[in-house]
């Protein structure tokens, strides 16, 4: 979902607000009422990982008025390991066909509308994050780990790579030695091609003919 908000005259530009969500729905593990812990990590995490993604000027509908703010719920709907993996892909193919419709600004009042018969333009990403994880159990390795094997491993390597095959985020809890890190590294780059091809072909199938 996408909103207009008045601008900060000392910010630039918009905004990108991730959120992820963990309802009982997904998962009898968790428990309505406040967010779960593991929840708000992995939201931490989403707003690290795209909070590049974006140059955050190109949000920007009028200078010192008004910008664009990208409010993303990412909702699990069912929890069986390896979520943040999840989220983030879902997260990549969001942006990726994100449009934003055409707007108007009212010189006189300063108010914003959509216009309705403008011509909407789709945001530019500097780079679509990949990420893939790699569970570590005694000394084999369980690429997008289970929920029972999240329940039972030592470590996690989770890498985020972009569609340049460049490294953005990394967190390491492996306890990995080199060589094992190397191949657990060379694993997951080659993974990440074949989820971005999957991510891109999914795209575009879905894409709209022409910008609403």
């Known amino acids: ?38 929840a708000t990590v992995m939201s931490h995490k989403l707003v690290e990982v795209l909070s590049g993604v974006l140059d955050l000027e190109e949000l920007c509908i009028s200078a010192r008025r008004a910008v664009w703010a990208l409010y993303m719920d990412v909702v699990c709907i069912n929890d069986d390991g390896n979520v943040f993996d999840a989220a983030v892909l879902a997260a990549s193919a969001a942006l ?14 300063g108010f914003v509308s959509v216009d309705e018969e403008g011509e909407g333009r789709r945001i530019h990403l500097q780079y679509i994050p990949v990420p893939v994880s790699i569970a570590v159990f005694e000394e084999s390795l369980l690429p997008d780990p289970t929920e029972f094997e999240e329940d039972v491993v030592s470590g996690t390597l989770s890498v985020c790579w972009d569609d340049s095959c460049k490294i953005r985020n990394i967190w390491n809890s492996s306890g990995l030695t080199d060589d094992k890190l190397a191949a657990a590294l060379e694993y997951s780059s080659k993974r990440s091609s074949v989820l971005l091809s999957i991510l891109r072909r999914v795209s575009s199938q879905h894409q709209p003919s022409s910008p609403p």
Do not use: F, M, Q
Not at 22 to 32: A, E, F, G, Q, T
Not at 96 to 109: I, R
């Open 1 to 38: 979902s996408s909103g207009i908000n008045a601008e900060w005259p000392l910010r630039p530009g918009g905004y990108i607000v991730p959120n992820l969500s963990l309802p009982p729905l997904c998962n009898s593990k968790y428990r309505p009422g406040p967010p779960d812990p593991r």
């Open 96 to 109: 990726y066909n994100t449009y934003l419709p055409a707007t108007h600004v009212h010189e006189e009042t």
